[in-house]
């Protein structure tokens, strides 16, 4: 079972459209970090949130805190090709040092 | 300069062997991480070092052993290498305390197949 359950897990959309990739668990985190993995690269650090209600944009890229502090949702304005890519979010559990990632969205902006 | 650099970046080999990954960050962290990416993508931790002490040592079989010679540097050795073996293996590291603690900087990965 999935502590972080991302959707949709498949994303192919046409360059200048809008899309929402979306974060859900059923538990309480302190904070969540969303990656953006391109292909042949490792996961790269766009975000972290950690107010609930908390809103962050990224050029493009609206992210959302939920109320609760138990999902998340990424927002892309007019995607182009360059946003093709893995995205992740992630949370830290307790005090270990480490990080827990979501099942992944796999995003294809067509030219 | 590269911040976390892994070598090789691919590895291709047949079962029953050994093999190993190499690891180096040049960003003075303290705490680095093995991760394995399946083929769906799914990523999971597998060791996490800090100052060269194992912290963190998930369900992973034994024949995988992390060796960290200094907190710049952690490898990973596969012994008897099996089919089930074949991923993308990340190699991560972050800052020991403080804010931005659980941020990770990821490596380009290196990618195994086992034959």
């Known amino acids: 079972t999935q502590l972080l359950e991302q959707s949709p897990q498949f994303l192919s959309i046409q360059e200048g459209e809008n899309l929402t990739v979306y974060c859900n668990s059923s538990s309480v985190f302190s904070s969540l970090q969303w990656y953006r993995q391109e292909p042949g690269e490792g996961p790269v650090l766009l975000v972290t949130?950690?107010?609930?209600?908390e809103v962050k944009k990224l050029k493009r890229l609206t992210f959302q805190f939920g109320d609760a502090r138990k999902d998340s949702s990424l927002h892309i304005t007019a995607a182009q090709p360059g946003d093709t890519g893995l995205y992740l979010c992630a949370f830290s559990p307790g005090s270990a040092r480490q990080l827990t990632f979501g099942s992944g969205t796999q995003l294809t902006v067509l030219p | 300069d590269t911040a976390v650099s892994q070598t090789p970046k691919y590895l291709v080999t047949q079962m029953g062997n050994d093999k190993s990954i190499k690891c180096e960050q040049n960003l003075g962290h303290d705490t680095m991480y093995w991760y394995k990416q399946d083929s769906k993508k799914f990523l999971k931790i597998m060791f996490s070092?800090?100052?060269?002490?194992?912290?963190i040592n998930e369900t992973v079989p034994n024949r995988f052993s992390p060796k960290s010679p200094d907190k710049a540097h952690l490898n990973l050795h596969i012994n008897s290498l099996e089919l089930g073996d074949s991923a993308v293996y990340f190699c991560a590291s972050s800052r020991g305390g403080g804010a931005g603690a659980n941020v990770l900087t990821f490596g380009a990965g290196s990618r195994l197949t086992v034959l």
């Open positions: 949130v950690v107010t609930g209600g």
């Open positions: 070092y800090n100052n060269k002490e194992l912290i």
